[in-house]
């Protein structure tokens, strides 16, 4: 087990079109202007892994803590970042560790 203090939020998106991957990621680049993440970093995957090419963008993020978290998800920016990026994405995988 780790004695880690913060958060990480990981999630991943596949494109519906590979064209939009572009647009995805500068959707999901609005993100990081809310001010809540002591790390915030979206990027395409670089595909190194030869068996899971299925993912196109990936945003990290660390949060100090479940409330910091929850102030970014509550904030109207993240909102917005969800109108662009929802119709333009196929799979959204998640995870906070």
Known sequence: M????????????SAKDKADIGRIREGLSMLADIPHSSLFEVVENSRVDAFSGEIDVVVYAEFKDDAALQAYKADPIYQQAIDLVRPLRDKRIAADF
């Open 2 to 13: 780790s004695d880690r203090t913060f958060i990480r939020h990981v999630v991943l998106f």
